[in-house]
């Protein structure tokens, strides 16, 4: 029995030796596995990576005001080899895209806000990079002007004051409404945004036209098979690039600077007389900041009733208290009558400036002006700040058409002397202003759209003499276009007062 067994045990043992030798010889799957590991990797281009696809959480607020932008993308994207040269442009001169960002972060907040309460797509608050650069004082050789590049004949059917004060082109809140107002019009007139934006850049009677053109040669009617001028033709191309860094910057190595979601200025009532240096002082803030949320004034002293200057929110009240402060001193500035026969030496030296300076602050070209008019005069106030802002406004003297203001106007502003002299060189009263039959340039005044049978003047916004306008873009990489997403209707409404 005890042989038996030792003979048993033996043969066990020489069969778990057969079986070590041959699992040494023959790898096992996990071996096999190990060993495909360490095989050379598959070409790249055989491995195809899924799509990145841009996903939003609308259940959570808004990172910032791009978030906020992204989420409000309604416009169909246009993907095409002009749209990847226009990206390309852009992203080859980061500075200058950082750079033009940055500046529309004073802006964006409103825009985006009113674009969201008329139930417009949000792409529409990057629209004027395209047309300014987020340049308040652009200014075209067509004569357009301010973020929206609006020509004087739409600012004016848009209702729009243009005069020797105020250019409203230039006003960020009143050219805001003034403009969505406008491309409201245009859509309820095409019903797609591609022929919209083609609209506002070329007018609606050129884009009606070229799709007249096309339904007469059975051509499509849409925006990418129209005959158009090349401007015209980069257009939407423009807004699309941007459209694309703004969808997904991180695709593209690019850091969108950060702006927040949140109110960045309101309106303060602004009291005649006042300059917009001393407005500037009294905010705390750089003269080239108030300015930049304060671009519609030609002149450097406010003139009218219903006025306001915008500045960021955390300084309303500081400057609210500082107006109060001011008008208590009775400092200021007022309106000088020029009387028959009296010169500019006399007026200037009577308020302790030269010529020159009286000339600046009041726009005035030639070295003499006529019985009537009206100049701005210092009464108690350092005039250096308005001397300072009147160098700043570059367009002021261009709004001038006459030498000084005619009393009796449009709408009653600084008051002037209270006599005026004939001819005769008797005095009399000089009739009072009527009352304005103008609106008071409130900023917060909402701007109606004219009626339909009224078409607005066509827009033509050349791409040369804007400020700040980068060059022609180079010919570079390929496009990858936004996540689409539905396109919204726009509905009508009232611009909600800013006043604070």
């Excluded at 690039?241 to 009532?269: G, Q, R, T």
């Excluded at 003139?303 to 500045?311: L, R, Y």
């Excluded at 990489?477 to 007062?497: N, V, Y």
Aim: positive net charge; glycine residues 8%.
């Amino acid at each position: 029995m005890p042989r038996q067994f030792a003979a048993r045990f033996a043969s066990f043992v020489t069969s778990l030796a057969c079986i070590g030798a041959f699992a040494i010889s023959s790898p096992t799957h996990a071996q096999q596995a190990a060993h495909a590991s360490t095989a050379s990797p598959p070409e790249v281009d055989e491995i195809s990576a899924p799509e990145r696809v841009l996903t939003l959480d609308l259940t959570r607020d808004a990172n910032d005001i791009w978030d906020r932008i992204r989420r409000g993308f309604g416009m169909p994207d246009l993907d095409s080899e002009r749209v990847g040269d226009q990206q390309a442009f852009y992203l080859n001169r980061p500075g200058f895209l950082k750079q033009v960002f940055s500046r529309g972060g004073r802006y964006l907040y409103y825009i985006v806000d009113e674009l969201e309460r008329r139930g417009m797509p949000t792409e529409l608050a990057l629209l004027p990079m395209v047309e300014s650069s987020y340049n308040p004082l652009a200014y075209s050789r067509a004569h357009a002007s301010g973020l929206w590049q609006f020509i004087p004949s739409t600012g004016k059917q848009y209702n729009l004051t243009q005069d020797n004060w105020v250019d409203e082109r230039r006003d960020v809140i009143a050219s805001t409404n003034a403009a969505l107002d406008y491309l409201q019009y245009i859509y309820e007139m095409h019903g797609d945004w591609h022929l919209v934006l083609a609209s506002y850049n070329w007018g609606e009677g050129s884009v009606q036209r070229a799709l007249k053109r096309n339904a007469e040669e059975g051509l499509p009617l849409e925006y990418s098979h129209l005959r158009m001028p090349d401007e015209t033709r980069n257009y939407v191309p423009k807004l699309q690039a941007i459209k694309n860094i703004v969808a997904e910057p991180e695709l593209f190595h690019f850091e969108l600077p950060y702006v927040a979601n949140e109110m960045h200025f309101v309106s303060v009532d602004a009291p005649i007389g006042v300059d917009l240096a001393t407005a500037a002082t009294l905010s705390g803030m750089p003269l080239d900041e108030f300015l930049a949320l304060n671009p519609g004034f030609n002149r450097p002293v406010t003139t009218m009733p219903g006025q306001a200057f915008i500045v960021p929110t955390d300084r309303a009240r500081q400057l609210r208290e500082g107006l109060d402060e001011l008008k208590r001193s009775g400092k200021g500035w007022r309106l000088h009558t020029v009387e028959q026969g009296e010169r500019l030496e006399q007026i200037a030296a009577r308020h302790d400036l030269n010529v020159a300076e009286l000339r600046k602050i009041n726009g005035l070209s030639g070295s003499s002006v006529s019985a009537g008019h009206t100049l701005l005069v210092p009464s108690g106030i350092d005039p250096d700040g308005a001397l300072q802002v009147s160098s700043m406004l570059p367009f002021a003297a261009a709004a001038t058409r006459q030498q000084g203001l005619k009393i009796g106007g449009s709408g009653g502003g600084l008051k002037a002397s209270a006599t005026v002299r004939t001819a005769a060189g008797s005095k009399k009263a000089a009739a009072p202003a009527k009352p304005g039959t103008r609106k008071a340039t409130s900023k917060t005044a909402s701007k109606a759209a004219p009626k339909k049978a009224s078409k607005p003047a066509a827009k033509k916004t050349p791409q040369a003499s804007k400020a700040n306008a980068a060059p022609p873009p180079a010919k570079p990489a390929a496009s990858k276009a936004a996540p689409k997403q539905a396109g919204k209707p726009a509905a009508k409404a009232k611009p909600p007062a800013r006043k604070q």
